[in-house]
């Protein structure tokens, strides 16, 4: 380009663009870092042996059988991924969801199946009912109302026969009044003092979680959840639940979804500075996969540009599923 014979002089002692010459100069003064160490993997656990069915909605995520569920957690755990989310799906639901806390259900024998395979997995498993209900809502339903005492008991059921079954970190996602405090006392009462809860402190009621309910056979059969999800309007309510949770003995505190509630993490980390969970969720997932397919978007930099945005925003510990793929990447 020609410069005129009058060039201007900017008076510039502080040029930005230094720091970014080079990919070795944009490392060294890089605020925000992400590692495979902050992911958890989400696995979806069915019934039978030999199992790996893709989930129509959720390109690269499968419904696994147990044997399946083992191979995925220790190739995760080879990529650097430490730890895995259980969900189950039973092959008999009822009103009152009994296949939770069958020692039996997929998620137990999964749990059980990780721990022997010795490979350092940390196993989280989510604890709620939505699966295991014929009517697919998250609590016992009576008279067309989801009870919150007589669900608690039943959450309280199912994370103990988590913990019996090997479970490092119970994560109740229900949004149950009071769940975390029951759940503390009852594990402690059996003498897992040792086990941590991941409380889905501040879930809200999202659009984003179709392709989820799609995979594990849980959208409601009649109403929806907003009488306990909370209202996407909400931030202080969030505060709240979250230090409801903290003080009933949570451990790690959750906020889902993660991308369209960035300030929310932010706050809930600034807040409490308490160890902080992001569910980067199926909808966000299915979302940049579909635009990747269309070559909308460059898939593997956006992936990587909303993990580290979720990271930035205060999350300690990011629950997606695009943990293998992103490990790999930063490896």
Not at 186 to 204: C, N, P, T, W
């Amino acid at each position: 380009m020609s410069t005129s014979d009058a060039s201007v002089r900017l008076d510039l002692t502080r040029r930005g663009r230094r720091l970014r010459r080079s990919p070795a100069i944009r490392s060294i003064v890089r605020e925000t870092r992400l590692s495979p160490e902050n992911f958890i993997y989400p696995l979806f656990v069915c019934e039978g042996s030999g199992v790996r069915r893709e989930v129509g909605s959720m390109p690269g995520v499968y419904n696994l059988s147990v044997d399946e569920a083992v191979k995925e957690a220790v190739a995760a755990r080879a990529d650097g991924v430490p730890g895995v989310l259980l969900f189950g799906l039973p092959a008999y639901k009822d009103e009152i969801g009994s296949s939770a806390y069958d020692a039996e259900a997929p998620v137990q024998a999964a749990t059980r199946a990780i721990k022997e395979a010795d490979a350092g997995i940390l196993v989280v498993t989510d604890v709620c009912l939505c699966e295991y209900t014929s009517h697919g809502h998250c609590g016992l339903v009576v008279d067309g109302e989801i009870r919150n005492d007589e669900s608690v008991e039943l959450l309280v059921k199912t994370a103990v026969s988590h913990a019996e079954a090997g479970a490092d970190i119970v994560a109740p996602s229900d949004m149950m009044d009071g769940r975390v405090g029951a759940i503390r006392h009852a594990l402690d009462d059996r003498g897992f003092e040792q086990v941590a809860i991941m409380s889905y402190a501040a879930k809200y009621c999202s659009a984003f979680y179709g392709p989820f309910r799609d995979a594990a056979d849980s959208a409601p059969k009649f109403g929806d959840r907003r009488t306990h999800q909370m209202d996407p309007a909400n931030v202080e309510e969030a505060l709240r639940e979250v230090a409801e949770d903290i003080e009933e003995g949570a451990d790690i505190v959750m906020v889902k979804p993660a991308l369209p509630y960035l300030d929310v993490i932010t706050r809930v980390k600034a807040e409490f500075g308490f160890p902080t969970a992001a569910y980067n969720v199926s909808g966000e997932y299915s979302m940049l996969k579909a635009a990747a397919e269309r070559g909308w978007i460059d898939g593997p930099r956006a992936m990587m540009e909303a993990l580290t945005g979720i990271r930035r925003a205060g999350a300690d510990i990011i629950i997606t599923y695009f943990a293998r793929e992103a490990a790999r990447l930063l490896r």
